[in-house]
């Protein structure tokens, strides 16, 4: 077996040294994220704090090689209300290639001044992708598993300019974040508006936090799930010819370090790949704009 | 490839649509119920020692190891902040003030919230920046 590689793992050395980079600047860490993969919470990045992450995701699917897809993402904290974010792509199939998909610019708004039972965040993101990509970030239309039958020879030269949005609904109680997204996204050339959900729980293992520093507490996990498809387009709304995918996901907030995510998903229907295995490493520079003010303004 | 940049631009700049009013006078938007509330750790050294740790996690990137605020962030050893309510600390706490730079810690569990109020209170006074 032939397992063609080099661009994919530059892709993730190249993560890994921005990773080392910023463990080499920063303090002490935490994030309010949740250990979902698609589906987003309403939880921002702290102002001025800068989040590098390496978003993977292995699979195999019926009938097509098996592939990884490292996703590189550095998410900005601009203010207590506006995230933005940069991804950069690729994909690595056994017996194909290695290619570079594409990237993606992403920003998340608060539009109100304080939480509420049901908590909004609007999402804008503008991403060029080619038909290589295997990242599955999000599912819209009727994105199945024969994409991921066609060699890369085939889909790397077509790339898609695409306008998306979310409406990011987020609840809060008794410790339990449940999380819903109502996803619409335009192809800029002449295509119809394409639809898709995300929809996840999770909660920390303990509700209140320790007295003592320590590594293995339950504190610092998060547990839950998460479901999320595709519904179609314009034209033909629903559940009909989209892939579904469901499971559980746990991250772990390593003390002073990066933290660690993986979820097994699994495909709930024919459309769908059985089963995916996504993962990843993130970490925190805290208030790296503060690097860059004088220390009078202490 | 005009098209990509004007709609590139309008993501970038789309923020500026959306600033909206504040304030700036948190204490006077609390809710009188949750203004009333009691911090159920109140007087509890090993509540207030697990508070330090998250303090510490979440807290002093901002506000500094001391509480008396880094970067012209505020001081939380303030006239101000000292005289608070354990209610509308939890208030802010949990629903920040996104417009004056303060996000909504809403998703750590209301019982750490509550330890670092606790925490809070065992800080000494200083004067306010």
Not at chain 1, 56 to 85: Q, R
Not at chain 1, 170 to 195: C, R
């Amino acid at each position: 077996m032939r397992f063609v590689g080099l661009a994919s793992f530059s892709l993730a050395r190249l993560s890994l040294l921005a990773m080392g980079a910023a463990l080499s600047v920063s303090s002490a860490l935490y994030a309010q994220e949740k250990p979902y993969f698609v589906t987003y919470s309403t939880d921002l990045e702290e102002p001025g704090n800068l989040e590098v992450a390496l978003k993977g995701l292995t699979a195999s699917p019926k009938d097509a090689n098996a592939f990884i897809s490292p996703t590189i993402e550095l998410e900005y904290g601009a203010t207590a209300w506006w995230t933005t974010e940069v991804y950069a792509q690729g994909q690595s199939t056994v017996n194909d290639s290695t290619v570079f998909t594409g990237y993606r610019l992403e920003n998340r708004f608060r539009p109100l001044p304080r939480e509420y039972f049901v908590t909004p965040v609007l999402y804008v993101e503008w991403e060029s992708v080619s038909n290589a990509d295997k990242s599955i970030l999000e599912i819209t239309g009727h994105d199945g598993i024969q994409r991921f039958q066609v060699n890369n020879g085939q889909t790397r030269g077509i790339v898609e300019h695409s306008l998306e949005g979310k409406l990011i609904l987020s609840s809060n109680f008794k410790g339990w974040n449940v999380s819903e997204n109502m996803i619409a996204e335009k192809n800029m050339s002449n295509e119809p508006w394409e639809f898709g959900y995300a929809v996840g729980a999770a909660r920390s293992l303990a509700s209140a936090g320790s007295a003592h520093r320590c590594f293995l507490c339950r504190q610092n996990f998060d547990a839950g799930a998460e479901l999320y498809g595709g519904l179609g387009d314009r034209y033909s709304f629903g559940l009909k010819q989209t892939s579904q995918y469901a499971g559980p996901t746990v991250d772990f907030r390593t003390p002073n370090g990066p933290t660690l995510s993986f979820s097994p998903q699994f495909g709930l229907n024919d459309n769908s790949i059985g089963t995916l295995w996504r993962f990843k490493v993130s970490y925190e520079v805290q208030q790296i704009r503060d690097l860059f003010k004088s220390k009078d303004s202490r | 490839m005009k098209r990509q940049l004007l709609l590139i631009a309008m993501i970038l700049f789309f923020p500026a649509l959306l600033i909206g009013a504040s304030d700036g006078k948190w204490l006077n938007r609390v809710p009188d119920e949750d203004r009333a509330r009691h911090n159920p750790f109140a007087g509890q050294p090993a509540a207030a020692a697990a508070g330090k740790v998250m303090f510490e996690e979440n807290c002093a990137k901002c506000h500094g190891a001391d509480a008396n605020g880094l970067h012209n962030r505020p001081s939380l050893r303030s006239v101000r902040i000292q005289h608070a309510t354990d209610g509308q600390l939890a208030w802010m706490l949990k629903n920040g003030n996104p417009y004056k730079g303060m996000p909504p810690w809403s998703s750590i569990p209301e019982q750490q919230r509550w330890q670092i109020i606790a925490f809070l209170r065992t800080l000494p006074l200083a004067t306010e920046k």
